[in-house]
């Protein structure tokens, strides 16, 4: 075990900085972070968020059970996982997405399923949230560990973003297209594993639209809905292949078109846009960005002739 996360109480937090203290770690300052610590090649980060804890590096596993759990946690947690979360480890398929929140790229829906056996090896290979993965290289290594597991069945769907616009126009609103991509993906993934009884994916803002989505196409497994769905093995490991997918597709149309295309919605966004627009018209945003996003009215508010083509005119 290489990499391993933690919440903590504030006063857990406290005291796990003064075992460092005591052990002679050297600290650091870290973006977001009440602390973190090293010592040879172990990296402890407490985030405010929460507060958690994120060891990282040789010695993980050592760190766990003989310092952060029992004088700081006062509980043995590693290796229980089953009996605390039986439901991680049961069959089921994880399902999340990537690109919603970005304007430009396509949005990608990846499924995965996984069983106890499965769920082990892809904890024992670090599989994470991708929220937690700043690397692409990290991205595209964990994504190798995903396919490469024994009986891991995955599936991915992306919507292109001239596609995704004449569906977001034809669906009227995200939620209805986000449920369509789920309900593709666990139907694919229902045909491969015809026997999983039951499906996860994040909670969505009005629940009925997934589960409606789904006996559109006359699927009957179990369908659980949660927030912080990526804490689950499957869900974090179909986040991964997503972004995989995602940002494959963003740095090689950015090499297509001559401009880096940059994640989110930011000013940074409106110029690369701005800029696409001035080397190859108008037509090229369609294939590009998701048009239904406000961002479009600050590009085309200094686009030369201030026109946007329709959803896949």
Not at 42 to 52: A, E, I, R, S
Not at 200 to 213: G, I, K, M, N, T
Not at 231 to 257: H, Y
Request: with cysteine; charged share 25%; proline share 5%.
């Amino acid at each position: 075990m290489t990499s391993h996360t933690s919440p903590l109480t504030t006063s857990q937090a406290e005291k796990l900085r003064a075992c460092l203290e005591e052990r002679g770690y050297d600290f650091e300052s870290k973006p977001h972070a009440l602390f973190a610590a090293r010592k040879d090649k172990l990296n402890v980060t407490v985030y405010q968020k929460g507060p958690k804890v994120l060891v990282q590096g040789k010695g993980t596993e050592d760190f766990i059970r003989f310092i952060l759990e029992p004088e700081v946690l006062g509980e043995a947690r590693l290796g229980y996982e089953e009996v605390r979360d039986p439901d991680r480890f049961a069959p089921h398929f994880g399902i999340d997405e990537s690109g919603k929140g970005d304007y430009f790229g396509p949005l990608v829906i990846a499924g995965v399923f996984t069983d106890a056996v499965i769920a082990r090896q892809l904890m024992a290979a670090g599989i994470m949230d991708s929220k937690r993965v700043t690397s692409a290289a990290r991205i595209r290594q964990l994504a190798a560990a995903i396919r490469a597991t024994p009986g891991c069945t995955s599936e991915v769907v992306s919507i292109g973003p001239e596609r995704y616009n004449e569906m977001h126009a034809s669906f009227g609103n995200l939620n209805r297209l986000l449920a369509w991509g789920h309900a593709r993906v666990i139907e694919k993934l229902a045909a491969a594993r015809p026997d999983c009884p039951r499906a996860l994916s994040d909670q969505f803002a009005r629940p009925e639209v997934l589960q409606r989505a789904l006996r559109q196409k006359g699927l009957t497994l179990q369908l659980d809905q949660r927030t912080k769905g990526e804490s689950d093995t499957a869900v974090a490991a179909a986040s991964i292949l997503a972004r995989e997918r995602f940002i494959d597709w963003m740095d090689k149309t950015s090499v297509a078109c001559g401009v880096k295309l940059p994640l989110g919605a930011s000013p940074e966004v409106v110029r690369a846009a701005r800029e696409l627009i001035a080397r190859h018209g108008g037509d090229s945003l369609n294939k590009v960005a998701k048009l239904h996003f406000r961002t479009t009215a600050a590009v085309l508010a200094a686009a030369p002739d201030g026109t946007l083509p329709e959803p896949g005119a």
